[in-house]
Structure formats: C-alpha cells, structure tokens
C-alpha cells in the first residue's frame, strides 16, 4: 500500500458527461500528479500540483481540468466524454516539487459507453 | 514520438532464471531512471531509481545496470520467483522546469515454476 487513495475505483458513464476523480496524496506529499494509463498509449503524464499550485503539463485535454485544495488532495475534471476517455486514471505524489520519487495509487477505471 | 523504448514486451522465464528488460533513450536531459513494477488491478509501484552518474544499483533481488553512454538501461531480476510476475516499467524523469516522468510502454514478465 503506496497511502495514495483514489476514489472511486470503478466509473461508467456514457459520451458527453463529466466526472470528478478524487485523490488524496501520502502524509506529508505536497506534490500530485495525474497519470492516464491505456493499452495503446500506455501510462501518459496529465499534469502535477504542488501545494496547491499546477507546476507541470504533459498530454492533458483542453477537456480535462485538475486542482489541489488547500489540504492537498486533488481532482481531475474530466468533461465532454468520449469513447477514447476509458482507460485507468493513476494520481502519484512526491514529498517535493521535483517529481523524482512518485507513489501511485490504486488508480480509478473509468469507462465511457 | 515515444522518448524512452523499452524491451521485449513480453517474457517467459524459469523460476531461478535472471530476466533481463532493456530501455533506451535519447534525451540527454532526462537525470533520474526509476522502474515500476505493476500487478494486475494495482498501480505502479516503485521498485528501485538510478541516476546517470552511476553505472549499477542493486536492492535485494533486483539492479539496474546504465550505459550513460549508450543511452540505456536495464533491469535484472535475481533468482526470480513466481511471485515477480507482473508487468514492469522503465521510467525516465525531466527536470529542469518539467518534472515529469515518461514511460516505456512496458514488459509482461512470466515466471514459471
């Protein structure tokens, strides 16, 4: 057990609809990441939060959004869902900024129909 | 365009054997190369790190061997076990402004008693 938890670990919703996935980073984190895992593109960066402020972008739609509140756990937005959405979301943290020791979470499977 | 190419997809080894999984990348910039060790429902787990400026790190059973030169690395697995059965990722880290991680797209290992 990594102390990522994700919530929740299954979802299924149909094209056009927005979800939240939550995620709430190991004791003492301040850095997030979010993560896309899929078969074809494999495991792809989305984007990093540290103490509450976004400090990295990888491949991360326009439709999709994340923040980290104030007692750092995060969500990503994921809105105007398409077929091509499904795939595992895996949120990571790290004590600091520089992403180099990242713990990932049990991870959410979303599935759009 | 895939920045860190990871090797065999898949493998099939003997209990006791010593599997071998290669990756190899192109940018320079890349300063931290973690491997990840996932099981089927589970997320990534991190399982050992190296750095550029050292050529071999070993942690029990597992080490990373590294060719700065060459531009690859590598993951071996000592007196394997059933139990190491899983899907493995090598990782490369940007830092400098990016702190992300990119993925090899990933190794199914098998071990067979």
């Known amino acids: 057990d990594s102390g990522v938890t994700q919530t929740p670990k299954h979802l299924i919703t149909a094209t056009g609809q927005r979800v939240t996935l939550r995620c709430s980073p190991r004791?003492?984190?301040?850095?997030v990441y979010w993560y896309q895992q899929s078969l074809d593109q494999g495991l792809q960066f989305l984007i990093q939060y540290y103490n509450g402020e976004e400090r990295a972008k990888g491949n991360i739609l326009e439709r999709f959004s994340a923040q980290q509140f104030p007692d750092l756990h995060s969500e990503l937005n994921l809105s105007s869902l398409e077929l091509g959405d499904s795939a595992l979301y895996f949120c990571?943290?790290?004590?600091?900024?520089?992403?180099?020791?990242?713990?990932f979470g049990p991870g959410t499977r979303l599935t759009v129909t | 365009q895939q920045q860190v190419k990871q090797s065999p997809q898949s493998l099939i080894v003997q209990k006791g054997g010593i599997p071998i999984i290669n990756c190899a990348y192109e940018?320079?910039?890349?300063?931290?190369f973690p491997w990840y060790q996932q099981f089927p429902g589970k997320g990534p787990a991190l399982l050992i790190a190296i750095r550029p400026d050292v050529s071999e790190k070993k942690e029990g059973r597992f080490t990373i061997s590294f060719n700065k030169s060459a531009k690859q690395f590598s993951l071996h697995i000592m007196d394997s076990q059933p139990g190491d059965s899983a899907t493995y990722f090598c990782?490369?880290?940007?830092?400098?402004?990016?702190?992300?991680?990119?993925f090899g797209k990933g190794t199914k290992l098998s071990v067979i008693p």
């Open positions: 990571a943290s790290s004590v600091a900024a520089g992403g180099y020791e990242q713990y």
């Open positions: 940018n320079t910039a890349f300063d931290y």
């Open positions: 004791s003492g984190d301040l850095s």
């Open positions: 990782a490369a880290h940007t830092g400098a402004g990016s702190y992300q991680l990119t």
